[in-house]
């Protein structure tokens, strides 16, 4: 069966500070996967999606950026991190057209 | 750009009433999906619907989904206060106009259910 991982569960970083956020994926090949950030009490912004391996797409202009090195592995990085990066990150990978999205347990990130 | 808009945002019911979410996207597509999400939780899948017309049902929580007008609905029956929660609806953009699979959320709607 297929699973995903993402770690860690809680950080907290300071402002300025750079970011490495992971996520795997298990039991599929070529997902979709995608990176999304909620800030608190607000909705799921979609932040980056990939659709294979070294292929980018990124919505939102900011201070993140992301990385897919390998089929099944997602990365979500920072050089400086500012305060307004602070946010619940949510990984989450779907394959074929009409199935849905499976999401990882999430990243919650406080910038201090 | 696909937009997707869901009311209310907040929605405060007693145990045994019903109600229905909407959920309302700007671009054509027939895939849509409705999530749910616990307080400091991730997501959790509730119902794919893949076509025009499409109904799906799971305990007191029913989804439909009507392409020509763009619209989903998450009919809750006889609620309890189990199903307090974040309600998520999301749309794929169509393989059709050449786009990625992109999913795109509405904002959630946030269901407290008084005993």
């Known amino acids: 069966s297929q699973t995903i991982h993402q770690w860690p569960a809680t950080l907290v970083q300071p402002v300025g500070s750079p970011l490495s956020l992971e996520c795997t994926v298990e039991?599929?090949?070529?997902?979709?996967l995608y990176w999304y950030r909620q800030a608190a009490g607000r909705g799921l912004q979609l932040l980056f999606y990939?659709?294979?391996?070294?292929?980018i797409s990124s919505e939102v202009p900011q201070n993140l950026s992301a990385s897919r090195p390998q089929d099944r592995q997602f990365i979500l990085s920072s050089k400086k991190l500012l305060l307004s990066d602070s946010g619940f990150y949510l990984c989450?990978?779907?394959?074929?057209?009409?199935?849905?999205?499976?999401f990882g347990q999430g990243t919650r990130l406080t910038v201090v | 750009e696909l937009k997707v808009e869901q009311n209310p945002l907040f929605l405060s019911m007693q145990e045994g009433k019903n109600y229905t979410i909407y959920c309302n996207y700007s671009?054509?597509?027939?895939?849509l999906y409705w999530y749910r999400q616990d307080p400091g939780k991730s997501l959790e899948s509730l119902f794919v619907?893949?076509?025009?017309?499409a109904v799906k049902q799971e305990g007191r929580l029913m989804a439909s989904l009507d392409t020509k007008a763009r619209l989903s609905t998450l009919h809750i029956t006889a609620a309890v206060h189990d199903l307090s929660a974040t309600y998520f609806c999301?749309?794929?953009?169509?393989?059709?106009?050449?786009?990625?699979?992109?999913?795109?959320f509405g904002k959630g709607t946030k269901l407290t259910v008084n005993p």
């Open positions: 989450a990978w779907k394959t074929g057209v009409n199935t849905e999205a499976f």
């Open positions: 039991g599929t090949s070529n997902p979709n």
């Open positions: 990939s659709v294979g391996i070294g292929q």
């Open positions: 671009t054509t597509s027939d895939r």
């Open positions: 619907l893949l076509s025009n017309g």
């Open positions: 999301a749309v794929d953009r169509s393989i059709l106009q050449g786009g990625s699979e992109k999913l795109v």
